[in-house]
T-cell receptor, first 113, second 111 residues
Framework: NAGVTQTPKFQVLKTGQSMTLQCAQD?????MSWYRQDPGMGLRLIHY???????DQGEVPNGYNVSRSTTEDFPLRLLSAAPSQTSVYFC????????????FGEGSWLTVV | GENVEQHPSTLSVQEGDSAVIKCTYS??????FPWYKQELGKGPQLIID?????GEKKDQRIAVTLNKTAKHFSLHITETQPEDSAVYFC??????????FGAGTTVTVRA
């Protein structure tokens, strides 16, 4: 059981480039989300999904897009990377999002130069 | 939105002593309060959680208390061990999946 898998683990981008952070879970979880973690600020919610075909914005959605075409996958797209998007990104999932443990992936370290 | 403040930002304790981390929240409608432990290079892992209809919850050496009136909750770790060294995050939510996190506490247990 792989749990929540994120790729890539490390990435360096140039300003203006686009990229996709991949997230997959094999636990048949309905709820998935993306957080970013910055020093001294804890984790902040970017986007979330309560099921395939349903997505919504979190606290800091600007500059990011998501889609949820399958239950297993929830990719995060950076459309035009900016240095302010240098951060550690965590994908998370839970069975239903209500009353269930939220499991986090191991993180993706992104540097935008 | 919800604002969660966490104190202290760093905590150093002698092995065997207790550690206490405190969090306050702003949204009186929040009803779910989890605590996560994050080890270096890893994602956060849930260690204990509490809901607003419960005042205290304990799991072996860790416990969480909640004061809804004062809007604060605390994590207590007793008989600390070196493996307890990590960053701990509190969070609050009015529904389980939109978590607002505190800034984290770096706990160091001295042997």
């Amino acid at each position: 059981n792989a749990g929540v898998t994120q790729t890539p683990k490390f990435q360096v981008l140039k300003t203006g480039q686009s990229m996709t952070l991949q997230c997959a879970q094999d636990m048949n979880h309905e709820y998935m989300s993306w957080y970013r973690q910055d020093p001294g600020m804890g984790l902040r919610l970017i986007h979330y999904s309560v099921g395939a075909g349903i997505t919504d914005q979190g606290e800091v959605p600007n500059g990011y897009n998501v889609s949820r075409s399958t239950t297993e996958d929830f990719p995060l797209r950076l459309l035009s990377a900016a240095p302010s998007q240098t951060s550690v990104y965590f994908c998370a999932s839970s069975l239903t999002g209500t009353g269930d443990t939220i499991y986090f992936g191991e993180g993706s370290w992104l540097t935008v130069v | 939105g919800e604002n969660v403040e966490q104190h202290p930002s760093t905590l150093s304790v002698q092995e065997g002593d207790s550690a206490v981390i405190k969090c306050t929240y702003s949204d009186s409608a929040s009803n779910y309060f989890p605590w996560y432990k994050q080890e270096l290079g890893k994602g956060p892992q849930l260690i204990i959680d509490i809901r607003s209809n419960v005042g205290e919850k304990k799991d072996q050496r860790i416990a969480v208390t909640l004061n809804k009136t004062a809007k604060h909750f605390s994590l207590h770790i007793t008989e600390t061990q070196p493996e307890d060294s990590a960053v701990y995050f509190c969070a609050a939510s009015r529904n389980d999946y939109k978590l607002s996190f505190g800034a984290g506490t770096t706990v160091t247990v001295r042997a």
